[in-house]
């Protein structure tokens, strides 16, 4: 069993910057590939980026060129740098591991809310 605990969310005004964290338990992170996904209030949750246990990315391009994903295999840890933030960035962010024919694991969450 595999658990995700995100964590570097808060307030930030627009334009600025924040680094969310998502720690995993167990033994099998190196294999997982990882997303980051977001929710803002009364909408359905969307992906946001994702990196492969190789260490390949890609992004939403709402976040494309503000939004750096990556992670380190010896700390079991995802992370989202996420730079030149705007009021719609705003919601719960939500990371997830997976792996192929595997069901998904999904965090709790954290909060962001940015500011105009």
């Known amino acids: 069993q595999v658990q995700l605990v995100e964590s570097g969310g808060g307030l930030v005004q627009a334009g600025g910057s924040l680094r969310l964290s998502c720690a995993a338990s167990g033994s099998i992170f190196s294999i997982m590939s990882m997303d980051w996904y977001r929710q803002a209030p009364g909408t359905e949750r969307e992906w946001v980026a994702g990196?492969?246990?190789?260490?390949?990315?890609n992004y939403a391009d709402s976040v494309k060129g503000r939004f750096t994903i990556s992670r380190d295999n010896a700390k079991n840890t995802v992370y989202l740098q996420m730079d030149s933030l705007k009021p719609e960035d705003t919601g719960v962010y939500y990371c997830?591991?997976?792996?192929?024919?595997?069901?998904?694991?999904w965090g709790q969450g954290t909060q962001v809310t940015v500011s105009s």
């Open positions: 990196i492969t246990s190789v260490g390949r990315t």
């Open positions: 997830k591991g997976f792996r192929s024919g595997r069901a998904p694991y």
